[in-house]
């Protein structure tokens, strides 16, 4: 997503977190959400956080892991109704 609208240096990217922050075009709410969701959920995988990684791997996944994936899902989609910015700005 960076890529398509960067027009500085292109050797480093941002994660996915900054690109929310700088360029999504969801609503504020919408962000102070997904930010709030992100940091309340790291401590089930982040090692610094006493998390673990293989917790992605555990079957079934558990909920709040589960509604953590699907949140970066839902904002990388390019076809959504009405968030044709990523798809205007990829081509």
Known sequence: MELAYRTDSRKFVSGLGKCIE????????????????????????????????????ERPLKPEIAQYCEQDVALLRLSQPGQAFWQIRVR
Do not use: M, Q
């Open 22 to 57: 700088k360029e999504s075009s969801i609503s504020a709410v919408a962000k102070t959400e997904w930010c709030l969701t992100k940091e309340r959920d790291r401590h089930l995988f982040a090692p610094e956080k006493v998390g673990r990684y293989e917790v992605f791997n």
